[in-house]
């Protein structure tokens, strides 16, 4: 079945350091990609998304590229905020069917 | 703009008791599902449905029942709440493909469940 597989946590970064956040999939079918964020005590925001290979998805300075050949989405920002500290999930979509990484926690220090 | 709502934020049972949670969304989206959040294993799918009248089953199923008589609600029955069950619940739903590209799922704010 459908896997996702996201770098584990917690991260600690310094304000205005790079983050990625590695996430590598198994599917059967063309699945579509996401980040979503969840920020303390709140329910998951999407990100970003692509729908196909190749496809990049990018907002708020973060950004993933659909990679077919490497079954990769990794998240990247070049430059981090306090306010980005969240636990960022990906996940897969296929058939309807939403299948998550475990989550990354992401700590941001002023 | 309401979106995904799901009643009630926190509730503790004792085990045995049943519980419904409430999820409607005012978009009109087709899809909806539950899913369950527990500490390093992401979210799991619980139940889902497709459209009004039409449900199937998820991930982790045991112990749940879903319904769907209309568009816009799609409760989650425990039937006899067990403490494997505390976790936090988060309901979604989005439209079916448009143009044959799948949908982002829209989240509520979650239910904190606590089975005593």
């Known amino acids: 079945g459908d896997s996702v597989t996201q770098m584990e946590g917690p991260v600690t970064l310094s304000e205005e350091a790079f983050l990625t956040i590695n996430c590598t999939y198994t599917?059967?079918?063309?699945?579509?990609l996401f980040w979503y964020v969840q920020y303390p005590g709140e329910g998951l925001q999407l990100l970003l998304k692509a729908t196909k290979a190749d496809d990049k998805g990018s907002n708020k300075g973060f950004e993933a590229t659909y990679r077919k050949e490497t079954t990769s989405f990794h998240l990247e920002k070049g430059s981090v905020q306090v306010s980005d500290s969240a636990v960022y999930f990906c996940?897969?979509?296929?058939?309807?069917?939403?299948?998550f990484g475990a989550g990354t926690t992401v700590t941001v220090r002023a | 703009n309401a979106g995904v709502t799901q009643t009630p934020k926190f509730q503790v049972l004792k085990t045995g008791q049943s519980m419904t949670l409430q999820c409607a969304q005012d978009?009109?989206?087709?899809?909806m599902s539950w899913y369950r959040q527990d500490p390093g294993m992401g979210l799991r799918l619980i139940h889902y449905s497709v459209g009004a009248g039409i449900t199937d089953q998820g991930e982790v199923p045991n112990g749940y029942n879903v319904s769907r008589s209309t568009t816009e609600d799609f409760p989650l029955r425990l039937l006899s709440a067990a403490p494997s069950q505390t976790s936090v619940y988060f309901c979604?739903?989005?439209?079916?493909?448009?143009?044959?590209?799948?949908?982002?799922?829209?989240f509520g704010d979650g239910t904190r469940l606590s089975i005593l």
């Open positions: 996940a897969l979509l296929d058939d309807y069917k939403l299948s």
């Open positions: 599917a059967t079918g063309y699945p579509s």
């Open positions: 978009m009109n989206h087709e899809y």
């Open positions: 979604a739903s989005s439209p079916l493909r448009i143009s044959g590209s799948n949908q982002p799922q829209h």
